[in-house]
């Protein structure tokens, strides 16, 4: 039976409810021009630890002399009505944290002035929204963490960030009663139903948050910049994100977002226009 767009809101919005009180949400619901020029409902929910925030919640740890390794899941959920692009990934990560020492007023403390070498180790699972293939992924990764207010880098460069992952597994066949995928929800992937993957995957995102601001809200801009070399079949994929963004209050604010690609796993290569409200739990 081919799942219907209610049905996924319903079990993500449920999900979200049976997370911890700890855990960091972000909801948002929007709209869509897709790549058929259909007009589309679209909804996200992401559930991502990043270094400082592992370090302040119960997550499962091991501390090491100059390292620390912490255990958490993370989801992203993306889908809308019509053609518009999904994807749907999950998975359990191991991040190794490494970092360097110093004195400060007798105490052996985590020198922040050095930049922190983060090592993601995950295993998990993508698909797209009607899970017509589905992919079971081991990933390793190396993430750079040089954003603390006390490294001495150039304060632009601490408004970006940077990873390297190797990414292999198995593509799996999904639901075969779906009909015939078109647009933006196509599968563009040059990987192959019940046959093995291996990609090396580059990210690059920057974020102002605040450029400028206002009396009730303020005006930022944000870009993250996705590529992947598919080993096996010799193809490379991209995914490109401009937002303009409109902070509001609450941990709330509005994007405008223009996507080029759909990224993992459809790897479709259209174009597509959101504005949608986002918020944070």
Do not use: C
């Not at 049976?18 to 790549?35: R, V, Y």
């Not at 017509?132 to 993430?143: D, K, M, V």
């Not at 001495?152 to 779906?178: C, I, M, W």
């Not at 450029?211 to 010799?234: C, E, F």
Request: glycine residues 8%; aromatic residues 12%.
């Amino acid at each position: 039976m081919k799942t219907s767009f209610a049905f996924i809101a319903l079990f993500v919005l449920s999900l979200s409810v049976s997370i911890t009180s700890t855990a960091q949400l972000t909801i948002d619901i929007g709209a869509a021009k897709t790549e058929n020029k259909a007009n589309a409902l679209t909804f996200g929910i992401q559930y991502v630890r990043v270094f400082d925030s592992s370090l302040q919640t119960k997550e499962l740890f091991k501390t090491g002399k100059n390292s620390i390794v912490t255990f958490a899941p993370q989801f992203d959920v993306r889908f809308g009505s019509e053609d518009a692009f999904s994807a749907i990934t999950g998975k359990m990560t191991a991040l190794l944290t490494t970092y360097k020492k110093t004195t400060y007023e007798g105490l052996v403390v985590t020198d922040f002035k050095k930049t922190i070498n983060a090592f993601p180790f995950s295993v998990g699972a993508e698909s797209n929204s009607s899970f017509t293939t589905f992919n079971g992924i081991l990933e390793a990764g190396y993430e750079p963490f040089y954003q603390s207010p006390l490294n001495n880098l150039p304060e632009v460069l601490k408004h970006t960030e940077f990873g390297l992952y190797l990414q292999a597994g198995h593509k799996f066949k999904g639901d075969s009663s779906s009909t015939a995928l078109v647009g933006g929800a196509k599968d563009e992937s040059a990987e192959k139903v019940n046959s093995n993957l291996l990609r090396v995957k580059g990210h690059f995102g920057i974020d102002t948050k605040s450029l400028v601001k206002g009396a009730t809200s303020s005006v930022g801009l944000a870009g993250n910049a996705n590529v992947w070399y598919d080993v096996v079949n010799k193809k490379v994929y991209h995914q490109i994100i401009a937002t303009a963004r409109i902070y509001l209050v609450n941990g709330a604010w509005l994007d405008l977002n223009y996507l080029k690609g759909s990224g993992a796993p459809n790897f479709n290569f259209g174009d597509e226009y959101r504005v949608g409200a986002k918020f944070r739990l």
